[in-house]
């Protein structure tokens, strides 16, 4: 195929992927089934679109995809997230590994009439958890806190321990003079090397982070991929665990306050489900159907010894010392999704010759598949049944989100103030603002500042504006003032002679009138100054050309600093609700200025 077809095929394979994902949704079940499928029905013993028998390279796109995935998933977690539940990840993804791997291994030599070696080979693969899998769960997922927190930690810092385990023992199949120490030795090497870069290039990231101002937004998802990248390959060069390292960074990352957070976040999560897809989809085209049922007893086997005795054993002996109760070790021990993980550790005996792989190969693909639709659409009601949800999403969710904001009929707008616009130095409460626009945060340096109406601009502050999509039109024209001027209050008229009392007028506002909130003209005379906006209603407190004070609203009031003080006192007593009593409170305190 030329350029041109392959980037249709790529597009048309994603396009079926995200239709995939969200008849997954719908179905309620897991969505790496659908992409696997898809896969299968394309590859060789399907239609036949894509023949593709390449172990190696499946390997490769494994290996980036899930550096990728994990890297997103210490992303979002972040330090803090898992800091209370980390003793327990810990646990789960080495202790509960370990065991998981054992128990299953030595059912598979059992059950298969495989040696213990090639049994043990087969149980580390299926040790090894899906954080794609997990991560996916858990975000559609009610499941408590505590718990998702540390399904969420084990599924980062599960997959170094099963590759180690996997690489182990294909060793010791292919050299019997490899033991059990020279294991011990390279998993102590292997996680050591991965922990110390993990660490080192978290903390430098986050320092460039930090001290480096990019030109632009956009660039600071490439740095962020940039330390992912140097975390993975400087740890695999060194001969260390790249996952552990890549996962790491993530962490530290995501813990931290940087600049671009949201944006770098949000990058990394669409950049994970391309991953996913890829993978996923990658893995369907390896497998050959008609293969699956010389092995579909074998497979099933060994995935009844893991769900149902393996993985929860581990769980319940590895998050006992935790605190873990029966019913949140029961629900930990469920939770464990195989995915593509396994799939990919699967590859590694085949690309190293050993006897039998293609076979090994096999029953790992049929077990991943009957675990993950046993675990994956009977998780949620099973946790549900022992009482361990709740109203809140397992995962915490960011306190906004620009494409929900748009929904509904809003934007987020950043000012940047130069030097030379005419906003610099003057308050917030002097903006100008329409009624259906506010200032939500003052960005000064490297400080995030609630604005208050006193607080006084300076130049290099952005400022972040939510503004409802009928006020549009109206910013436009303001940011245009906040460059050129006039910016502020305007000077007031001369006071009234002595013994002249102002005159007081109340009435109806009528269309006529025009908008009661930003009005040019109120009783016939111009508008000099716009002191305070009304809220709850279309309504403002106005200083006339005439000298006196105006409120518009549902009816206009026009009179002297006190006569609408007055006025304003007995609306607060007539007043229907909280919101309209404190805009005339906020009458009463403007006037007394």
Same mark, same amino acid.
């Given at each position: 195929m030329n350029e041109g077809a392959l980037i249709l095929v790529a597009g048309a394979l994603m396009a079926t992927g995200l239709a995939a994902s969200l008849a997954a949704g719908r179905l309620r079940v897991p969505g790496l089934?659908?992409?696997?499928?898809?896969?299968?029905?394309?590859?060789?013993?399907? @239609?036949? &679109? +894509?023949?593709?028998? =390449? %172990?190696? !390279?499946?390997?490769?796109? #494994?290996?980036? $995809?899930?550096? *990728?995935?994990?890297?997103?998933?210490?992303?979002?977690?972040?330090?803090?997230?898992?800091?209370?539940?980390?003793?327990?990840?810990?646990?789960?993804?080495?202790?509960?590994?370990?065991?998981?791997?054992?128990?299953?291994?030595?059912?598979?030599?059992?059950?298969?009439?495989?040696?213990?070696?090639?049994?043990?080979?087969?149980?580390?693969?299926?040790?090894?958890?899906?954080?794609?899998?997990?991560?996916?769960?858990?975000?559609?997922?009610?499941?408590?806190?505590?718990?998702?927190?540390?399904?969420?930690?084990?599924?980062?810092?599960?997959?170094?321990?099963?590759?180690?385990?996997?690489?182990?023992? @294909?060793? &010791? +199949?292919?050299?019997? =003079? %490899?033991? !059990?120490?020279?294991?011990? #030795?390279?998993? $102590?090497?292997? *996680?050591s090397i991965g922990l110390v870069v993990g660490v080192a290039i978290g903390w430098l990231g986050v320092q460039a982070f930090r001290r480096v101002r990019l030109a632009t937004g956009?660039?600071?998802?490439?740095?962020?991929?940039?330390?992912?990248?140097?975390?993975?390959?400087?740890?695999?060069?060194?001969?260390?665990?790249?996952?552990?390292?890549?996962?790491?960074?993530?962490?530290?990352?995501?813990?931290?306050?940087?600049?671009?957070?949201?944006?770098?976040?949000?990058?990394?999560?669409?950049?994970?489900?391309?991953?996913?897809?890829?993978?996923?989809?990658?893995?369907?085209?390896?497998?050959?159907?008609?293969?699956?049922?010389?092995?579909?007893?074998?497979?099933?086997?060994?995935?009844a010894v893991l769900v149902f005795l393996a993985r929860p054993l581990g769980a319940a002996v590895a998050t006992a010392p935790w605190g873990y109760d029966p019913r949140e070790?029961?629900?930990?021990?469920?939770?464990?999704?195989?995915?593509?993980?396994?799939?990919?550790?699967?590859?590694?005996?085949?690309?190293?010759?050993?006897?039998?792989?293609?076979?090994?190969?096999?029953?790992?693909?049929?077990?991943?598949?009957?675990?993950?639709?046993?675990?994956?659409?009977?998780?949620?009601?099973?946790?549900?049944?022992?009482?361990?949800?709740?109203?809140?999403?397992?995962?915490?969710?960011?306190?906004?989100?620009?494409?929900?904001?748009?929904?509904?009929?809003?934007?987020?707008?950043?000012?940047?103030?130069?030097?030379?616009?005419?906003?610099?130095?003057?308050?917030?409460?002097?903006?100008?603002?329409p009624r259906d626009a506010l200032v939500t945060v003052v960005v000064r340096g490297e400080r995030a500042i609630p604005p208050r109406g006193s607080m006084r601009l300076e130049a290099g502050d952005r400022l972040h504006l939510l503004v409802q999509e009928e006020a549009a039109h109206e910013l436009r024209d303001l940011l245009d003032r906040w460059h050129t001027g006039p910016i502020g209050p305007q000077p007031r008229p001369p006071h009234f002679l002595a013994g002249r009392a102002a005159i007081f007028t109340v009435r109806p506002w009528s269309e006529d009138d025009g908008d009661p909130a930003y009005p040019r003209r109120v009783l016939g005379h111009g508008v000099l100054d716009h002191l305070r906006t009304r809220r709850d209603a279309p309504g403002a407190l106005l200083l006339l050309e005439d000298g006196r004070f105006a409120v518009t609203g549902p009816s206009v009031a026009a009179g002297g600093t006190r006569q609408l003080q007055d006025y304003a006192r007995k609306r607060v007593q007539r007043s229907r609700s909280d919101s309209e009593r404190a805009w005339w409170q906020e009458v009463i305190g403007a006037l007394a200025r």
């Open positions: 089934l659908l992409f696997l499928g898809i896969g299968m029905a394309i590859g060789s013993d399907g @239609t036949g &679109w +894509i023949k593709f028998d =390449d %172990y190696e !390279l499946a390997r490769a796109i #494994g290996i980036v $995809a899930l550096a *990728l995935i994990l890297f997103e998933g210490g992303l979002s977690a972040g330090f803090e997230e898992i800091r209370s539940v980390l003793a327990a990840s810990l646990s789960l993804a080495f202790l509960g590994t370990i065991l998981t791997a054992v128990l299953t291994g030595l059912a598979a030599a059992l059950l298969l009439d495989f040696s213990t070696l090639e049994g043990l080979l087969i149980g580390s693969v299926l040790a090894a958890t899906d954080g794609a899998a997990i991560f996916a769960l858990l975000r559609g997922s009610t499941l408590r806190r505590k718990l998702a927190r540390t399904l969420e930690g084990e599924s980062g810092f599960n997959d170094p321990v099963a590759i180690l385990l996997v690489l182990g023992f @294909t060793h &010791w +199949i292919r050299k019997p =003079d %490899y033991g !059990l120490i020279d294991m011990a #030795g390279q998993f $102590a090497v292997e *996680l956009g660039l600071y998802p490439v740095a962020s991929l940039t330390a992912a990248a140097l975390a993975y390959g400087l740890a695999d060069v060194l001969h260390g665990s790249g996952f552990l390292a890549v996962y790491l960074a993530g962490l530290s990352l995501g813990g931290a306050t940087i600049p671009a957070k949201r944006t770098v976040t949000a990058f990394h999560q669409g950049l994970a489900w391309v991953a996913q897809i890829a993978l996923f989809l990658t893995l369907g085209l390896l497998v050959f159907p008609s293969q699956l049922g010389d092995v579909a007893l074998e497979g099933s086997l060994v995935a070790q029961a629900v930990v021990g469920w939770a464990g999704l195989r995915g593509a993980v396994p799939v990919v550790l699967a590859t590694f005996p085949v690309i190293d010759h050993v006897p039998d792989s293609l076979e090994f190969f096999n029953i790992v693909f049929f077990a991943v598949l009957v675990s993950t639709l046993v675990q994956g659409t009977t998780f949620e009601p099973f946790a549900r049944f022992l009482g361990l949800t709740t109203a809140e999403p397992a995962l915490p969710r960011p306190l906004a989100e620009l494409g929900t904001i748009r929904r509904l009929g809003a934007e987020v707008v950043e000012y940047p103030i130069a030097a030379d616009d005419a906003i610099a130095g003057c308050r917030v409460r002097d903006l100008g603002l």
